[in-house]
């Protein structure tokens, strides 16, 4: 599938393009690599840009026409646009809130979509997702954290990890289990909360970047309304979904990252000295760059691939999982790569001003490990492919 070739979309391509030039917001988050929490004084403009960026009908263009939207899916601009932001290495909307406006679109009542999709449009309110536990993270139904019944409240106690932007949001959308003696997909339920409600607490976990761009958040007899719930009671699996595929979705743009960083590793090879002329001119280097730029080329295709598959119906319950298990190890051997061109230098950090590239590629290094791990741990999505698109036996379960 070449998107190329449909004058139209070109020429919508080039407006998008002229759009993020234009309008590119002036945050330092900007130059690290992989999806970073914001630091605190790029909050205002991240808000500025998720607002022109819903105004100028490049996201939310399918929400429906009363909340801004066209109210259709036109999957071919939306992977353009996504095409074009990965390029430009320009940030998403800041926070969750794509993720929770899929939720509150499609499961919400009228009454939280009036409330809280047009904050999310304008990026006044900054969510978060509290889906993943300590002991729950790729098998995701098996969280613990409990929301009892009391009045007209549900009372939550329990424990989420690995919050993006968990420091920094207003809304957090929650998935708590409200009924332990069901199978354990049928007894959880999603909630909209108040982040500042009494009992929540938010520790920023320290990373090896230097960075905290996750935490840990703790509920200790948190109270959160009946009327926070988000679709039914027990039907939070459900709910979730909605997101789940809105997240894994993102990946059929990610190949275009990988172009822009291969080319970025031949002009550092270009500009690298190995013995006694640059580094681009040494056989095994060559050898590698063709092979990184190949399986880069081969997660665009994928990407488009799978756009053509779902605009057709034909989408398969393995592409996703596949698109990101191969992004991932993709991004993997090209950041160790790019170490390993530096010689002696892939010691220096970004605070080094003698750091190649500003030390993007070191960072970039120790950040891959985490991609193979979020949106679904590859080992599981792995399974998910040989058990649901192959038809191959599940994988023996210990007792």
Do not use: C
């Given at each position: 599938?070449?998107?190329?070739?449909?004058?139209?979309?070109?020429?919508?391509?080039?407006?998008?393009?002229?759009?993020?030039?234009?309008?590119?917001?002036?945050?330092?988050?900007?130059?690290r690599a992989g999806v970073r929490a914001p630091d605190a004084e790029d909050i205002?403009?991240?808000?500025?840009?998720?607002?022109?960026?819903?105004?100028?009908?490049?996201?939310?263009?399918?929400?429906?026409?009363?909340?801004?939207g066209a109210g259709t899916k036109d999957a071919l601009r939306a992977?353009?646009?996504?095409?074009?932001?990965?390029?430009?290495?320009?940030?998403?909307?800041?926070?969750?809130?794509?993720?929770?406006?899929?939720?509150?679109i499609h499961c919400g009542r009228p009454d939280q979509q009036r409330r809280y999709l047009p904050r999310i449009r304008t990026g006044e309110d900054i969510w978060c997702q509290l889906f993943s536990e300590p002991s729950a993270g790729s098998d995701l139904a098996s969280l613990t954290t409990r929301a009892r019944r009391d009045g007209d409240d549900f009372i939550v106690d329990g424990q989420k990890v690995w919050t993006t932007n968990g420091q920094h949001a207003q809304l957090g959308y929650l998935l708590a289990r409200t009924n332990p003696d069901v199978p354990k997909h049928a007894g959880i339920t999603a909630f909209v909360l108040d982040m500042t409600s009494p009992g929540v607490d938010v520790r920023p976990l320290r990373?090896?970047?230097?960075?905290?761009?996750?935490?840990?958040?703790?509920?200790?007899?948190?109270?959160?309304?009946?009327?926070?719930?988000?679709?039914?009671?027990?039907?939070?699996?459900?709910?979730?979904?909605?997101?789940?595929v809105e997240e894994r979705s993102s990946v059929g743009t990610a190949g275009i990252i990988q172009l822009r960083a291969v080319r970025d590793a031949v002009a550092m090879a270009r500009s690298?000295?190995?013995?006694?002329?640059?580094?681009?001119?040494?056989?095994?280097?060559?050898?590698?760059?063709?092979?990184?730029?190949?399986?880069?080329?081969?997660?665009?295709?994928?990407?488009?691939?799978?756009?053509?598959?779902?605009?057709?119906?034909?989408?398969?319950?393995?592409?996703a999982p596949l698109a990101k298990v191969l992004y991932s190890e993709t991004n993997l051997a090209l950041t160790e790569f790019?170490?390993?061109?530096?010689?002696?230098?892939?010691?220096?950090?970004?605070?080094?001003?003698?750091?190649?590239?500003?030390?993007?590629?070191?960072?970039?290094?120790?950040?891959s490990r985490a991609l193979t791990i979020a949106g679904g741990a590859n080992e599981v999505l792995r399974n998910m492919i040989a058990e649901r698109s192959l038809g191959l036996p599940k994988e023996p379960r210990g007792s």
């Open positions: 599938m070449k998107l190329q070739q449909d004058p139209e979309i070109e020429s919508f391509r080039a407006e998008v393009r002229g759009f993020l030039e234009q309008h590119r917001p002036p945050v330092r988050t900007l130059g205002p403009a991240l808000r500025t840009w998720t607002a022109q960026l819903f105004e100028a009908g490049y996201v939310g263009a399918d929400w429906p026409v009363e909340w801004g992977t353009v646009v996504g095409e074009e932001m990965a390029r430009a290495r320009v940030p998403t909307p800041i926070g969750a809130g794509l993720l929770a406006a899929a939720a509150l990373e090896i970047t230097g960075t905290s761009d996750f935490n840990e958040v703790f509920f200790d007899g948190v109270r959160i309304p009946a009327n926070n719930v988000l679709g039914e009671v027990d039907q939070g699996w459900k709910v979730a979904t909605t997101s789940l690298l000295r190995r013995g006694s002329g640059p580094a681009l001119d040494n056989d095994t280097v060559r050898q590698d760059i063709g092979r990184l730029y190949a399986a880069a080329r081969v997660s665009v295709r994928l990407g488009q691939y799978n756009l053509s598959r779902a605009l057709s119906g034909d989408s398969d319950p393995g592409d790019g170490l390993g061109l530096q010689g002696t230098d892939a010691l220096l950090t970004e605070d080094d001003p003698e750091a190649i590239a500003g030390g993007w590629w070191q960072d970039a290094f120790l950040y």
